[in-house]
């Protein structure tokens, strides 16, 4: 499906309108600037469509290499509005692609059917998959609490070994929500930086993370299919994204913000991809192809190019890659499971799956300081 074109917001250009109402529901902190007002306004619009528990907010925060700086801070609850999560597992070999999610294909996803399941063992070329009885079809599948505690985890327990992981949004806490603390101006890093804390935040508050441990997940004889969205739920974040698909055409914006973009620019601007996300950096994510359906090249090591419409951003990665992005081109903030934490990314490690830190100089094209 191609994306629905969408004029996007751009924090660090010209101003966003937004509705009177909006703004006067997020008032400023006392030493909040004026500048900074304006962006928690553009912000907020942007995450018009998202399950905001509070903020967004000026914050002091500590960046992944310790640069003390200025950030907005947003309490989002990790609930898409426009869709209902699910499903993942199919629970019989016969069941067709309506009753499953997606796994990762060669940069696609593919249908998690029951047939699909009942050929893992071709399909990894590993004879020891076995996730279903041979007598009736039937999908061993962890369809409670404590299968889903554990299974969704790097260390598969043993009991939970050949079996189609899922776990359910009903399983979280009703108060359980995400904190993203992320610098209102980016600021340049030393090197390609990790996604330890996750590659951003979605429009629609759901939490664009960083690779799914597939070696790990697949060593144990399990997969943990993603929704025909890109997503899954585990007990920390919640239901998160592992892909960028077209359930996120883009951000919401407001009639007189895209008159005002269409008369400076049309062509610069829809010509380019829509906005999806904001990454843990502060620089916005765009989908992978633009409002035609053309797939944007050009990209920098950590999915990033820059325009001079748009200024630097990134850009989702295929569907089937694991990766949204593959690294942070400027220092991170934090994605916090405690909203009354503070941010100092410096010392902080995320959950597994960001891998390793790209080797050599920083990315080319790489903003300067």
């Known amino acids: 499906m191609t994306p629905m074109r969408r004029t996007v917001p751009h924090f660090f250009s010209a101003a966003i309108a937004v509705p009177a109402a909006l703004a006067l529901a997020m008032p400023a902190a006392a030493d909040t600037t004026e500048a900074e007002a304006q962006r928690l306004e553009e912000i907020a619009a942007f995450f018009s469509e998202a399950v905001v528990v509070s903020g967004p907010e000026v914050v002091d925060c500590t960046l992944s290499e310790g640069t003390q700086t200025r950030c907005f801070s947003i309490t989002v609850k990790p609930e898409p509005i426009a869709y209902t999560p699910g499903p993942w597992c199919p ?9 499953g999610g997606k796994w990762f294909g060669e940069n696609e996803l593919l249908d ?140 919401p914006v407001t009639d007189e913000q895209e008159a005002e973009e269409v008369a400076a620019s049309e062509d610069a601007v829809l010509d380019d991809a829509t906005s999806i996300g904001i990454a843990m950096d502060g620089y916005l994510i765009y989908n992978r192809a633009n409002s035609e359906g053309v797939v944007v090249d050009g990209l920098d090591e950590c999915n990033g190019h820059a325009t ?62």
């Open 308 to 369: 001079e419409a748009l200024g630097y951003h990134y850009h989702a990665g295929a569907e089937g890659s694991n990766a949204i992005l593959a690294c942070m081109t400027a220092q991170y903030g934090c994605a916090l499971e405690d909203g009354d934490a503070s941010c100092d990314a410096s010392v902080r490690q995320g959950p597994p799956g960001g891998g390793p830190r790209p080797d050599g100089p920083p990315p080319e094209g790489r903003p300067a300081d």
């Open 91 to 99: 629970t019989n070999i016969s069941d067709d692609a309506s009753k």
């Open 112 to 251: 998690v059917d029951g047939s699909f399941v009942e050929h893992l063992d071709e399909f990894f070329g590993d004879d020891e998959w076995a996730l279903y009885n041979p007598e009736t079809g039937e999908i061993r599948v962890t369809d409670t609490l404590e299968s889903c505690d554990g299974a969704a985890r790097p260390d598969v327990a043993e009991e939970y070994q050949n079996y189609c992981v899922q776990c359910l949004p009903e399983y979280l806490d009703d108060g359980a929500s995400m904190t993203y603390v992320i610098p209102l101006e980016p600021q340049a890093a030393s090197a390609a930086g990790r996604l330890d804390q996750g590659s951003g935040v979605a429009y629609n508050g759901v939490r664009l993370d960083a690779s799914a441990p597939q070696d790990a997940i697949v060593a144990a004889h399990t997969i943990a299919p993603l929704d025909d969205c890109g997503g899954h739920v585990n007990l920390h974040v919640g239901y998160h994204y592992h892909a960028v698909t077209d359930c996120l055409p883009g951000a």
